[in-house]
């Protein structure tokens, strides 16, 4: 059973910071790209940060030099760090990995992230 769970959201004020954690478990995940999406309320899920299984990285325009996806492949880890967060960052943020080999992806259950003053 593959499982994702993220951790690190909460509330903080504009400019601030949070580190998105990503722990997978119940298979090597090594092989796959990860990522991260966002939903706020209201609008549709969208992709933040993407890291394939050789580390190249891709991110959404309203956050590139502002956050940075990495992943640790030995703890089956992928971490979001987040900085000069803004009001719009705010949404549910959701771990996902793209398990080719299983024909689907895989999602955690979301960590919420409010940016407000």
């Known amino acids: 059973q593959v499982q994702l769970v993220e951790s690190g959201g909460g509330l903080v004020q504009p400019g601030g910071s949070l580190r998105l954690s990503c722990a997978a478990s119940?298979?090597?995940?090594?092989?796959?790209?990860m990522g991260w999406y966002r939903q706020a309320p209201g609008k549709q899920r969208e992709l933040v940060a993407r890291i394939t299984s050789g580390g190249s990285t891709n991110y959404a325009d309203s956050v590139k030099g502002r956050f940075t996806i990495s992943r640790v492949n030995a703890k089956n880890t992928v971490y979001l760090q987040m900085n000069r967060l803004k009001p719009e960052d705010t949404a549910v943020y959701y771990c996902n990995i793209e398990a080719v080999s299983a024909g689907r992806d895989y999602w955690g259950q979301g960590t919420q992230v409010t940016v407000s003053s």
């Open positions: 119940g298979g090597i995940f090594s092989r796959y790209a």
